[in-house]
């Protein structure tokens, strides 16, 4: 095959889709080069275009825990398949998947199935303003929801002041009820409700924030978001679409409530995982909220496509695979050993390298130390994560090609393929 098949598709696509790709980062704006075209995955490996090997660390960002082509659920997507793609019709899949998600995650009594995180974090904060008849909506630095107009917006100038749209296309007013603070300062949060506690409907985050690559909401924060929530009326909304299912069984919200007794998000929103690569995402909470819904309540939400049967038999495999005894348990020691391995191979070459992990997520900055907000994650070294990105692009290890995002192990993942990855970052390393 030509050597340059990746660039000759990367120009073709160029012309008919806007900068060759359907979601952004894909391009390789931030790293710079050309985006590999992805041929076909198999268990921890992508092969390109041009027949090369990537051990696989993006995972589709996230989906991918059990690896790519797991037999059991191509058994299973195959099979729905074959009964049909889609009736606009209720199915028993959907009632099966909404058990398994409330039997997993204690706070969620009912889930609605929609088809993707964006449209997930969209209806729950709908219906978070409709539960409580509020307009406001707190988000932090950082964190990203999905691509909803009211969600693309950075932090004002002072304290406790309204954002800006970062997207043209969304007029001030759209996001004139959105909030946006520091992730991890207490400070500001008290100040918020303070100025505004009754008019503010949700505060919603990423309890570990995986598009700011690594960041964990640290324990008194979420301790206070869950007071102050409480206190004001307002419901916390948990973000789990990229941790659910993903860094522990029961989400982050899981560990969380191991660490604050009686600890559990109002809502939560999830997707990457519980669809296991196929376009699938959900929100939850109680009967109570979830019962204001259309057609119960006076809330709209509605999707053709929602609960589709062949997303709904590749989620519902994938969590059966991962709801396994020992299955986190494997995947966490596994991604652990990345992570420290990552951190000691910057330590002998002399780099500042720091990491961190839970369950199958992990991220890396080079720096001396884990940053605890998005200002913090933007002084970590960019160009060195770029020279790093491409030294281990070229030995065969696709890492996420962009410093805000978060890195994946799947279960199909080897020690073999760890050692390998190490191996690679030394010798990257070793290159400056
Ligand atoms: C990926 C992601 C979303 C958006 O999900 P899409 O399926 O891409 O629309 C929302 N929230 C978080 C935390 C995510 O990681």
Known sequence: MSNDRNAELFERAQRVIPGGVNSPVRAFRAVGGTPRFIARAQGPYMFDAEGRRYIDYIGSWGPMILGHGHPAVLEAVQRAATEGFSFGAPTEREIELAEEIASLVPSIEQVRLVSSGTEAAMSAIRLARGATGRPMLVKFEGCYHGHADALLVKGGSGMATFGHPTSAGVPPEVVQHTLVLEYNNVEQIEEAFRLHGAQIACVILEPIAGN?????????????????????????????????????????????????????PDISVFGKVIGG???????GASRAVMGLLAPLGPVYQAGTLSGNPVATACGLATLHEIRRPGFFEALASRTRTLADGLAAAGRDAGVPLVTDCEGGMFGFFFGSELPQHYNAVLATDKERFNRFFHAMLDRGVYLAPALYEAGFVSAAHTAEDIDATLLAARAALACG
Not at 235 to 241: H, I, K
Not at 278 to 283: E, N
């Open 277 to 283: 690569g196929m376009p699938l995402a959900a929100f």
């Open 212 to 264: 700011m690559n690594f960041v964990r909401a640290q324990v008194p924060f979420v301790k206070r978001l869950r007071e102050l929530c409480t206190q004001h009326g307002a419901l916390l909304a948990f973000d789990e679409v990229m941790t659910g299912f993903r860094v522990a069984l029961g989400g982050a919200q899981s560990l969380y409530a191991q660490l604050i007794p009686g600890f559990a």
